[in-house]
Structures are given as structure tokens and as C-alpha cells.
């Protein structure tokens, strides 16, 4: 999201051809899934996920990028504060969902998920992005643990 920063501010929200219509809308999409995950690991039921993030498209709609980053830094704090709190992250749950049944699972395959999620839509990112004739970055992991380093010993 700070590589958007650096972009014409309308580009985030311009229209195009893809699986979301705008940037931001991925950028929601993104945001929505991880309370979702973060709430059932917190235990709620899916009824009450549902109501927690059903009133999110109408919450976010005017928000800025600022306020984009802002919060989604905020629930980034949010899942590891939750995830440090527990004993064991492999240990198994049970979920239930009404369509698609029971799902045994641990923390720590939930957290695999929500990064392996993020990373799709990165890279849908990027392409919208390249058909909005902006230049992407890479969404290898390995860049990110390049980056995050040197953040770290500088």
C-alpha cells in the first residue's frame, strides 16, 4: 500500500477490467477476510462474524489510503497480539460453517492461509496496477524478508 502512495492518487479507485473493480476494492476484500479469520480464531461463531463484518463495505467506503494503511497496520497488531496470547498454534479447532461443514484446523494452518490469501491478491495488485500502465512490485516473500532486514540493521 505505501508503493500506491507514490502512484496519481486516482488511480486506486479507477476502474478496470479484472477480478475486482478497483484497487481498493481488493484492498477491502483483503481487509474484510482477515477480521473474518481473526474473528473465528477469537472463537466467534460464523453468524456473529457475519454481523461484524457485514456493515465493513459502508464503514470503509470514504476512507483514504492514509486511513487504508492505518488500519490495516492496526489489525495486522490486532492478529499478532492474538496469536502471541496463545500457547500453542498447532493445536486443533473446530469450525463450523453452515455450507460447507465442519473444519478442524489449527492457528497456525488459519495464519498460513490469511498470508497465502494476501499474496494472491497482491499479485492481482499488480497486475491491475500494469493495466493501469503503474509499475507493481514483487510479491515474493523473499523480497519482503530482503527489505524487512535491512529495516532492521539499519
Given at each position: 500500500?505505501?508503493?500506491?502512495?507514490?502512484?496519481?492518487?486516482?488511480?486506486?479507485?479507477?476502474?478496470?477490467?479484472?477480478?475486482?473493480?478497483?484497487?481498493?476494492?481488493?484492498?477491502?476484500?483483503?481487509y474484510?477476510?482477515?477480521?473474518?479469520?481473526?474473528?473465528?480464531?477469537?472463537?466467534r461463531?460464523?453468524?456473529?462474524?457475519?454481523?461484524?463484518?457485514?456493515?465493513?463495505?459502508?464503514?470503509?467506503?470514504?476512507?483514504?489510503?492514509?486511513?487504508w494503511?492505518?488500519?490495516?497496520?492496526?489489525?495486522?497488531?490486532?492478529?499478532?497480539?492474538?496469536?502471541?496470547?496463545?500457547?500453542?498454534?498447532?493445536?486443533?479447532?473446530?469450525?463450523?460453517?453452515?455450507?460447507?461443514?465442519?473444519?478442524?484446523?489449527?492457528?497456525?494452518?488459519?495464519?498460513?492461509?490469511?498470508?497465502?490469501?494476501?499474496?494472491?491478491?497482491?499479485?492481482?495488485?499488480?497486475?491491475?496496477?500494469?493495466?493501469?500502465?503503474?509499475?507493481?512490485?514483487?510479491?515474493?516473500?523473499?523480497?519482503?524478508?530482503?527489505?524487512?532486514?535491512?529495516?532492521?540493521?539499519?
Amino acid at each position: 500500500m505505501h508503493h500506491l502512495k507514490e502512484l496519481p492518487e486516482p488511480v486506486w479507485k479507477q476502474e478496470v477490467q479484472s477480478i475486482f473493480p478497483t484497487i481498493e476494492a481488493v484492498i477491502r476484500h483483503v481487509y474484510q477476510v482477515d477480521h473474518v479469520w481473526l474473528y473465528t480464531m477469537e472463537g466467534r461463531t460464523f453468524e456473529e462474524v457475519v454481523e461484524a463484518v457485514s456493515g465493513m463495505n459502508e464503514e470503509t467506503k470514504d476512507w483514504t489510503l492514509d486511513e487504508w494503511i492505518s488500519r490495516h497496520t492496526a489489525l495486522s497488531s490486532q492478529i499478532l497480539s492474538f496469536l502471541e496470547q496463545q500457547r500453542d498454534l498447532h493445536a486443533i479447532s473446530s469450525y463450523r460453517h453452515p455450507h460447507f461443514g465442519e473444519l478442524r484446523v489449527s492457528f497456525a494452518e488459519i495464519v498460513q492461509h490469511i498470508v497465502n490469501h494476501g499474496t494472491y491478491h497482491r499479485g492481482n495488485l499488480t497486475v491491475m496496477l500494469r493495466q493501469l500502465g503503474c509499475s507493481g512490485v514483487s510479491t515474493d516473500y523473499i523480497f519482503y524478508l530482503y527489505e524487512r532486514n535491512q529495516t532492521h540493521t539499519a
